[in-house]
């Protein structure tokens, strides 16, 4: 279902966007169909290049399919569900990122060098928010894997209700960092020396450049699909929690719009204390949590 | 609870022939490697490695894969004196298993690290080479066998010697000698803490690690703790004693640098996690203190890593931040047992040991691999290099294979055991009370940062010095080793790979010789565990099947369509040169800012006079500045050196004086009794 709601999202957000600013907007299924063209055409390669640059597109999109199988769709269980498995899922995609950035330095540009490194900066300094997010559910809920987290997800008291919606603020967040969509980096810019992912696959053409596209969209979706998950409840029948699942994922493309449409691009030095801002918020989402666990012990 | 077997490895009577019979073939051993010319020397010392290796493994396999808990005691009667015994539980077991396979593979690359070094050295030089390193792999054997203190002690001794010597190899260099003296100096600090922690434990007759128990349950235990700890955190690197390793790494031949750092410094941990398994009760401060120290090693060592430009210390750094998450997982075990928190405690140890074996693979690849850089580019500059992939693909992938595993990305091996701490820690943090939460989510911050920090500073090594273009003539002319070099490295490979995708194999007897050693009653939760990793292997191999698979999808695409090469993407710009490119320094500029007062790098520019009308070419320098090193080590030397200047008068060089001295001295001692003041 993440992946049907994947093809979607990236349209949804182009098109909200454009309603946003006035204008009308390509097909919902426009950059799929951009897709299909890049797959029927032919490669470009630099002659700087190795191996590792062929390579790291199919390795992206494995990893993120990979992920993809850890996690849940509404209330069902994630195909593979084990303790702790929200930590391969973040080392997983790190994987993928690893092999990209390689694949950025691989072209020997100064450009996608510095793309990279900006990559490498801002993922690391995201991680550690989404493992502490998990890590204070863990310790709020009990349980260990994504689909038990998730699946004994209810607001118990006024705490967990504020702990809840910084929460998804949080997710939102890392969602927009994670897949380099504004404020951090902005997908639409044309400069290089601003660009962030946009300059890391400047060398990349034809197939290759479909495989990115998708496991970026797969990516933004997968993480939709965490934010929805929490909202989807438990005792309806399936096919109405996938229903529900697809209409919040719908509603999470919009919302992504609206809010890259209302909203300025940081200044790239300004980038690190945003997420760290992150982090704070992740730390107080902790110490709520912790706090309403100890108060309702007694 | 742990039953002694003891074994007379020969019987009473035959005692002397075997003893000689071992002592002759050393010596004989030894005498042949002198007397061969230089290039036999290589093969000629196999020979008492592998004798020594095999009789090693051969005693410690059933110490680590039986299922219960015992100790094996092997006496070896000498003429005339008492009895040498070794003893071997499953934690000594799984050390010298360790050492051995890290001592096999480096003696198979010693011979490419040593093949340019041949014609510079004279022969009884490398001779002593070779001597040291089969010395070095013996002391450590007996490191991990020796109970008492004194052998111990003494082993100690003979491995910092042996690898003394093996540092400064090329010692026509200063600054090699300046770093092996400074190495030799801080480890007989640390011997001295040892024997005084020994001292102060043992009773009179028995000093060891035996009589620790008894001292631990009716003493203060700290103290005690602290000083081992120091003792055994000079050789293991923790912070802030770890100010000799990111030079002597650098320093020693590229196989002595992979041995030392993936093995020798391991026998740190051992002696710490070996007085740990004597802790009576205190497993709380110890934990928290050891735990803490370890998160700050980590972190410390990963930013250093960062900011260095020579590849050799950035990986020296990087055996600090491992040696980091090593103690973390020491730390959350101890922490467990106070709590009585058994997964956490399970968990933690098997996680903190799983890593040992890990980081002596992963780390000696990487520095075998740096090593055919190093000796093709003739430089250990990362800024210098560049493109190297191409000239030297196998050594490319060997590097980028160490490098995903000690990111700790999946499915590699050093994932299996970060995984094991993380599964300890979130399993637990539901029940570990208020303080104990706080305590584990910062231990997990801690842990994702350091990993993060790692994929930052491999994707940077790896990146520029393998990738892009060359960036120096040297780099244009490098050239792969011939393919035997490479039987080391795939034997490494392959472990790296059976550990990521067959945990089980691996964590099983690690977690039952853990729950021997460690943790007094069986936990019941063994088999989730395992089936947690089988779930890890099972998703490690659908994603190499999804990799290929896509890989294979994205040729079938392209495969009818039109292929063509064009430079690298520079805005319109066609004649790049090597020296745009992104490099090492920048790539490294952003953490280093970030991480404020911890990195610091001395800048040095000479930039252009604005009314100057014949400029001189401008420059611009920056080095990474060790603050720790020059807090506590330069500073307060600097401080003693002037301070014993000061009382320099005394050495006058006259031999009348000197005898004044013990007069005067006697007189003191004469007068001091006679007052009633001694």
Known sequence: MTLVSALIIPGIIIRTKSLCSGRKGPALFQPLFDAGVLLRKGVVLSPVTTLVFRIAPSVSLASVLTAVLLVPMGRQDALLSFSADFVYFTYILALGRFFMILAALDTGSSFEGMGANREALYSLLVEPVFLLLLGTYAMFTGYTSFSEIFSHFYFSNNYAFIAGILGFYLLIQIAMVENSRLPVDDPKTHLELTMVHEVMILD???????????????????YGALVSNSLVPSGWPVALQTGLFLLLQLSFGIIIGLLESFRARNKMTKNPQFILTLTAIALLVFTIMLLSSYMSSK | MSRFKTAYLCPRHTGITMEFLFIGFFILSSALILAVPAGRKHLISGIPLLVLLVISSWVAMPAVFSEESSRFLFRIPLTGMKTVVFSIDALSGFFILTVNFNALTTYLFAGTSLAGHLNHHRPIWISVHYLSFLLLHASMLLVCTQQSAFPFLLSWELMTLSSFLLVIFDHTSRTNLKTGINYLVQMHLSMFLLLMAFLVSGEKGSYGFDSLPAFFATHREFPLFLLFFAGFGIKAGMIPFHTWLPDAHPSAPSHVSGFMSGVMIKMGIYGIFRVIS???????????????????????????????????????????????????????????????????ALLGFAGGLLHVLNHSLFKSLLFFAAGNVCNATRTRIIDRMGGLAKKMPFTAFFFLLGSLSICGLPPFNGFISEYLLYLGMILNIHQAGFYGSIGLIMAILGLTLIGGLAVFCFTKAFGIAFLGTARSDACKLAVEPPPPSFTGLMLITAMIIAIGFAPVVFVKPLLSAVNATFIPVAPATLTPLLQNLGMISLSGGIFVLLVVGIFLLRRLFSAPRTKSVAPTWACGFHAPSARMQYTATSYADNVAGLSGALVSLNKEMKQISPGEIFPEPANFTSHPVEKLEEWLVNRPFTALRRLLRRIAFLQTGQIRHYILYPFLFLLLIFFLTLLNLL
Do not use: M, R
């Open chain 1, 204 to 222: 990349y053409s034809g197939p290759d450049l479909a495989i990115i596209h998708f496991s970026t969209w797969i990516k933004f979706a997968l």
């Open chain 2, 278 to 344: 004597a802790v009576q009760h205190d497993f709380l401060t110890i934990g928290i203190f050891v735990l803490v120290i370890s998160l700050a090693t980590g972190i410390y060592g990963v930013l250093q890593a960062i900011v260095q430009h020579d590849l050799k210390k950035l990986l020296a750094y990087h055996s600090i931040e491992n040696i980091g998450i090593i103690g973390t997982g020491i730390g959350l075990g101890s922490i467990g047992l106070a709590t009585h928190n058994k997964d956490l």
